[in-house]
T-cell receptor, first 115, second 116 residues
Framework: AQSVTQLGSHVSVSEGALVLLRCNYS??????LFWYVQYPNQGLQLLLK??????LVKGINGFEAEFKKSETSFHLTKPSAHMSDAAEYFC?????????????FGKGTLLTVNP | KAGVTQTPRYLIKTRGQQVTLSCSPI?????VSWYQQTPGQGLQFLFE???????NKGNFPGRFSGRQFSNSRSEMNVSTLELGDSALYLC???????????????FGQGTRLTVV
């Protein structure tokens, strides 16, 4: 079984400040990890993913995340927030191996960017 | 390349009715998954279809069902609607990678279902 915990349902930053959204996971097997972003009344857009290999993953719009197995974490960061980053962010995990595909999502973190 | 298309975008139904939602995956993607998103429960997995077969199912009552056609298009059906079924229903398609592993899901814009 797998689960995802996102710390902080709401994060507020100033424009130009560091963005840090926290995600911890639980998985019985090596996980695949994802961050998705959702704008109001829209679907989910993939920001980045970790499957295997390099643990620091770079995504779109300047976001990156680091897989830390020892801490079971996959925190999302961006050095400088833009107003356009305001949205809800979801961390998700799926089990590697096997062909059955199921994503387990965290509860989401709403990011507010203040001018 | 066209993305995942869900129809309709918005739907209002009355308690007790049934509803069918449609999803057209990205061309070449044979795996289609459905998720329910509500403010209280967040994003929850409903089921996944691959080559017209349900491979995985979430913890939802039997009122929720789905199917997949030979062209990979999928439909989900909810019978005897309840107020609590009001939600955003998201469809995602995936490309089955070598070794049978799907590495990412592409989501549609969703169907907003309101039950009154």
């Amino acid at each position: 079984a797998q689960s995802v915990t996102q710390l902080g349902s709401h994060v507020s930053v100033s424009e130009g400040a560091l963005v840090l959204l926290r995600c911890n996971y639980s998985s019985s097997v090596p996980p695949y990890l994802f961050w998705y972003v959702q704008y109001p009344n829209q679907g989910l857009q993939l920001l980045l993913k970790y499957t295997t290999g390099a643990t620091l993953v770079k995504g779109i719009n300047g976001f990156e995340a680091e897989f830390k197995k020892s801490e079971t974490s996959f925190h999302l960061t961006k050095p400088s927030a833009h107003m356009s980053d305001a949205a809800e962010y979801f961390c998700a995990v799926s089990l590697s191996g096997g062909s059955n595909y199921k994503l387990t999502f965290g509860k989401g973190t709403l990011l507010t960017v203040n001018p | 390349k066209a993305g995942v298309t869900q129809t309709p975008r918005y739907l209002i139904k009355t308690r007790g009715q049934q509803v069918t939602l449609s999803c057209s995956p990205i061309s070449g993607h044979r795996s289609v998954s459905w998720y329910q998103q509500t403010p209280g429960q967040g994003l929850q997995f409903l089921f996944e279809y691959f080559s017209e077969t349900q491979r995985n199912k979430g913890n939802f009552p039997g009122r929720f069902s789905g199917r997949q056609f030979s062209n990979s298009r999928s439909e989900m059906n909810v019978s005897t609607l309840e107020l609590g079924d009001s939600a955003l229903y998201l469809c995602a398609s995936s490309l089955e990678a070598r070794g049978g592993r799907n590495t990412e899901a592409f989501f549609g814009q969703g169907t907003r279902l309101t039950v009154v």
